[in-house]
């Protein structure tokens, strides 16, 4: 039989019926000996031996408690034992882990020493959050928030850093000693000239004005308010289509912060994209279609579903094998029963070169395709001929359909060579106006104008502007 006992913050805590349960004869096992909790046990004059030499021999949080459970369910192979630990047990993880074991196991919850640290602060709520300072792990917490066991230098400085992380280090904070509590900067948690097992940080509500720091469910609040009726006279009159080309503009600007390399411009962009998504889910939860929260519960469930080589039971060596499982988890999560329904299924809104290629890279994987690069470079030739006739004929409708069979054909070669055809196109776009603007460039240093040179002049320049190019790349 196991008696798992809380004893509370201090010595006159210890639960009414405990004190029998000690006296009994049972085997008495404190967590630690060190804590003024501890006091109330030593005062009914029973032995009693302490885990504290376990805390030496544990190489993280999660292992102490695991050795902590096991010398417990050890001993009480041999007879029946009551387990004590600090604060309540509903906040020690080994107490937890005994629990979980132990069938029938009795127990006394004891008083919570987050209870006492809000108390201390007088920080009061209905809703709080509280975290040991040993496991401080997972994201952010709501608030109000108290952090206990901050027992020592080592651990309040692994507070500070994840706290200041969370809510920033200018945000307002309580110290709580001894019962007694301090207001202070999150950035001084760390700065005690001593610590116990009393220490604890509480940090209040934060209004939204005064956060420098903020999660998904900020975001979320921050576009309510705006669309609210006394929000943003703009914000409140937008819809799903009159925003879908903010979207693909902060999409493109995310791709350029990419391509520069610049880590401040990818964040800054990275969160307009982010704010685009959100704006979509707050204009249909406000039609009652679905929510933020689907918005995220929709997209964790596809991730899952889809890489099923690391959450269920396919299997995946290389890059190319998760994708294959990617495309195939997909199929089915859509629906798709036909290869009309894969190859229908690509975004119109696609830039043209890229939808070319997806369309027919989809079609491939049913045998419908070229035998290789050679063939489809052939069909080049046949389309080219056939747009230079329908020039030579002058119909604008023929010209045109002519133009994008030659552009298809050419995404065709270009895909079974192994190239992005958009990455490639945009490349060479840019290419060609470096090389236009080192043109301009070198007419310009002669003191002539671009407009009035002959074509062999131009192309001469051209030529002299290409190789300074070529030798900066």
């Known amino acids: 039989m196991i008696t798992v006992i809380g004893l509370g913050c201090e010595p006159s805590d210890l639960p009414r019926g405990a004190a029998e349960v000690l006296r009994s004869g049972v085997k008495v096992i404190l967590r630690t000996g060190e804590t003024p909790a501890a006091e109330g046990v030593r005062a009914l004059g029973v032995c009693f031996e302490t885990l504290d030499y376990i805390y030496e021999a544990s190489r993280n949080f999660d292992t102490l408690n695991k050795k902590l459970a096991a010398a417990v369910l050890s001993a009480a192979k041999e007879g029946d034992v009551a387990y004590c630990v600090d604060g309540s047990v509903t906040e020690d993880v080994s107490a937890q882990l005994v629990l979980r074991r132990a069938k029938g196991a009795k127990v006394f919850c004891g008083a919570s020493k987050a209870d006492r640290a809000f108390a201390a602060a007088k920080v009061f709520s209905r809703s709080r959050t509280v975290r040991s300072a040993y496991a401080l792990e997972g994201e952010r917490p709501l608030l109000p928030l108290a952090v206990y066991d901050v027992d020592c230098d080592l651990i309040a400085g692994d507070v500070k850093l994840k706290l200041c992380d969370w809510f920033g280090d200018e945000a307002d904070a309580f110290f709580v000693e001894g019962g007694k509590a301090e207001k202070i900067k999150l950035y001084e948690a760390d700065r005690r000239k001593k610590y116990d097992s009393t220490c604890a940080v509480v940090i209040g509500e934060i209004p939204l004005l005064k956060r420098t720091r903020f999660d998904f469910s900020d975001l979320v609040e921050i576009l309510r308010l705006l669309r609210a009726p006394d929000g943003c006279p703009w914000d409140r009159v937008q ?8 979207m693909i503009e902060e999409a493109y600007e995310l791709v350029d912060a990419v391509e520069s ?10 969160g307009d994209v982010l704010m685009q998504g959100a704006f979509h889910a707050v204009l249909a939860e406000e039609r009652g279609a679905f929510t933020p929260e689907d918005v995220l519960s929709d997209v964790c469930r596809k991730l899952i579903f889809r890489h099923s080589h690391i959450f269920g039971k396919d299997k995946a060596e290389s890059a190319d094998g998760a994708l294959s499982v990617w495309e195939k988890n997909k199929t089915v999560e859509k629906g798709q029963k036909t290869a009309s329904d894969t190859v229908r299924d690509v975004p119109k809104v696609f830039p043209a070169a890229m939808r070319a290629q997806k369309a027919a890279k989809r079609a491939a994987k049913y045998g419908y395709d070229f035998k290789d690069v050679s063939e489809a470079a052939q069909k080049v030739k046949e389309e080219l001929s056939e747009l ?3 020039i030579a004929e002058g119909k604008e409708a023929h010209i045109s359909e ?11 070669v270009g895909r079974l060579a192994g190239a992005d055809c958009e990455e490639s196109l945009q490349k060479s776009t840019q290419k060609f106006i470096d090389r236009f603007c080192a043109t301009e460039s070198l007419i310009l240093a002669d003191g002539k104008d671009m407009k009035k040179l002959s074509a062999d002049e131009m192309w001469a320049y051209y030529e002299r502007a290409k190789k300074e190019y070529d030798k900066r790349r």
Not at 239 to 246: A, R
Not at 402 to 412: I, P, Y
């Open 239 to 246: 819809t799903h289509e009159s925003i879908c080309k903010n």
């Open 261 to 270: 390399g610049d880590d401040s411009k990818i964040c800054e962009e990275a």
């Open 402 to 412: 002519e133009t994008g069979d030659l552009l298809f054909s050419a995404v065709n």
């Open 388 to 390: 230079l006739e329908a």
